[in-house]
C-alpha cells in the first residue's frame, strides 16, 4: 500500500549538482530520510527532515553540500546534491518512519524506496 520511488539519479562528473525526488503514496507521512549505499559498504545514513518540528539533521560527510526539503501537500522530499564528489557514488534511498524523532539508524525507518543510482566521475 505504501510506496517510495526515488528519481533523479544518473552520471555526472565531479562538481556538478542533482537533485533527487522521492514520491511517497499510500500514506501521509511527517518523517523522512535519505541513505545511501555504495558497493561492499553499509547503508549510510545521508539526511533527515521532519515537518512535526521544522527541523532537518545531516551526516557531516554532506553537510554543507546537501539540502534537504519536501513538499508536505504532495508527500514529496528531495535532495538537492551540489558540488558532487565520486565519494558520493552510491545508491540512494529514501525512507520514512512514524515517529519525529531523528534517527541514523536504518531499522528505525518502515517503508523504503528502491533506490536510484548516482555515479560521480572524477
Known amino acids: 500500500q505504501v510506496q517510495l520511488v526515488e528519481s533523479g539519479g544518473g552520471l555526472v562528473q565531479a562538481g556538478a549538482s542533482l537533485r533527487l525526488s522521492c514520491a511517497v503514496s499510500?500514506?501521509?507521512?511527517?518523517?523522512f530520510a535519505w541513505f545511501r549505499q555504495a558497493p561492499g559498504k553499509e547503508r549510510e545514513f545521508v539526511a533527515y527532515?521532519?515537518?512535526?518540528?521544522?527541523?532537518?539533521y545531516y551526516s557531516d560527510a554532506v553537510k554543507g553540500r546537501f539540502t534537504i526539503s519536501g513538499d508536505n501537500a504532495k508527500n514529496t522530499v528531495y535532495l538537492q546534491m551540489n558540488s558532487l564528489a565520486p565519494e558520493d557514488t552510491a545508491v540512494y534511498y529514501c525512507a520514512v518512519k512514524t515517529s519525529g524523532v531523528l534517527s541514523r539508524m536504518p531499522n528505525e525507518y518502515t517503508y523504503w524506496g528502491q533506490g536510484t543510482q548516482v555515479t560521480v566521475s572524477s
Open positions: 527532515i521532519t515537518w512535526t518540528r521544522g527541523f532537518t
Open positions: 499510500g500514506r501521509a507521512f511527517s518523517n
